[in-house]
């Protein structure tokens, strides 16, 4: 039985935002839309796996470090359900990290890495947000950040990432407080190392030598971070749960230990 509620998540071709939209469809879920950027058949694929656990599914192209793109977005998927019950803004990541010192860094790299890790997040919550008080939603938002936005990762250059990250649990914090009062919920996951595609930057001895030090002894995967996305979600389980970055990591952020991991590469 779908519980009528629809919900869209940016980034959901592959990796932590495909397991997101197979574990909404999985809960009952009524709708369930898949952002993608350039991956047309991942989305596709991920669409047919919703549909198999009997909720609808549409798949979205649109660049979300681009606000007339998230825009687009959201104002098509509104006009598809009706309204927004949850928004999950996933999509993200450190790409190709340029070569050199932080001097040498190409502004442009910052900027859409700021786009990438915080604007876009803007971008999407801005209308998600207009459309729950229009509609009088009480509404999700779930934010994607990283232990990277509290626990550097300076070896790899990654510093607009994790300055990205940071801010947006603080933005996660803010307007979660503007909200409430409205019955909006606006939270924050944040993941330690999760194996999915985007790390792939890593060899295979590197990634052992990772869970090696990661204190649970096992490595994320993407459907690690599927069970506090549905409870942050949830309409009565989440009524007093406001602002807050939850991070998911296997304790890799505490004794230091995602630090020399980030160091050891
Ligand atoms: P991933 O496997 O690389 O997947 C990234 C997803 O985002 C893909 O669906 C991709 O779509 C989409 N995407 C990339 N650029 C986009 C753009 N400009 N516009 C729209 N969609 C775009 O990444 P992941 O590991 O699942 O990471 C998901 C989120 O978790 C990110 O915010 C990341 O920073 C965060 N995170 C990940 C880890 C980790 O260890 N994996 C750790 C901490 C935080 P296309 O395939 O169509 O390009």
Redesign the pocket.
Known sequence: MNNGRSVLI??????????IAKGFAREGYSFVGI??????A??RAVAEEVQANGAHAEIY??????SG?CQRLMEQFISDTGKIDVLI???????TIPAGSFAEMPVEYWDRQIR??LS?AAYCSRIAIGDMLAKGTQGRIIN?????SQVTWVKRKALP?CAG?AGMNMFTKALGVEVARHGIRVNCI??????????TRYTQEQINAFERKIPAGIL?R?ED?VPMALLLADEEKARFIVGQTFVI?GGQSIDGAIDSMMYDF
């Open positions: 940016t980034g959901a071709s592959r990796g932590i935002g495909a397991a952002n993608y950027h350039s991956d047309e991942g989305a192209q649109a660049d979300i470090s681009d793109d803004n996933n999509a993200g990541g450190a790409q990438m890790n876009c994607i950040s990283s232990v990277h990432y990250k944040a993941p330690g190392f999760i194996k999915t595609q985007l790390t994320g993407p971070i990591d």
